[in-house]
C-alpha cells in the first residue's frame, strides 16, 4: 500500500503562485512514476503533471504537463529511504486554474490518490 498526503491548497488571485506537495509513503519502493491531477466542477479529473521517480513511467519514461499548464507549473520529487515526495510549483496562476488538485502515485497497473486539496484563484 501507497499513502499519499497532501498539502499547499489555497486561495490566490490572479498571477500569483503556490506550491503543493504531496508525501509518499508506505511501499514506495516500486513506485514508477507521480504526479498531480486536477478536478474542476462539472469537469473529468486531467492530468497536470507526471514525471517518473526513476523507473520507467507508465508513459514512456518521460516528465509529462497539461498544454494549459507547461511553463507556468514545474514538478519535482525529493526521494529518501523512508518517503517520496512530489512537489507542484504552480506560477502566474490563472481563475481557469481552479480546481481540486489531487496527487497521484504509480506502481505498475495500480494507481493511489491523495485526497485532494482545493486551489482558488480569483480574478
Known amino acids: 500500500q501507497v499513502q499519499l498526503v497532501e498539502s499547499g491548497g489555497g486561495l490566490v488571485q490572479a498571477g500569483g503562485s503556490l506550491r503543493l506537495s504531496c508525501a509518499a509513503s508506505?511501499?514506495?519502493?516500486?513506485?514508477?512514476?507521480m504526479g498531480w491531477y486536477r478536478q474542476a466542477p462539472g469537469k473529468q479529473r486531467e492530468l497536470v503533471a507526471e514525471?517518473?521517480?526513476?523507473?520507467?513511467?507508465?508513459?514512456?519514461?518521460?516528465?509529462?504537463?497539461a498544454d494549459s499548464v507547461k511553463g507556468r507549473f514545474t514538478i519535482t520529487i525529493a526521494r529518501d529511504n523512508a518517503k517520496n515526495t512530489v512537489y507542484l510549483q504552480m506560477n502566474s496562476l490563472k481563475p481557469e486554474d481552479t480546481a481540486v488538485y489531487y496527487c497521484?502515485?504509480?506502481?505498475?497497473?495500480?494507481?493511489?490518490w491523495g485526497q485532494g486539496t482545493q486551489v482558488t484563484v480569483s480574478s
Open positions: 497521484a502515485a504509480f506502481r505498475g497497473p495500480e494507481a493511489y
Open positions: 514525471m517518473p521517480t526513476g523507473g520507467r513511467s507508465i508513459r514512456g519514461g518521460s516528465t509529462n504537463y
Open positions: 508506505g511501499s514506495i519502493f516500486s513506485i514508477n512514476a
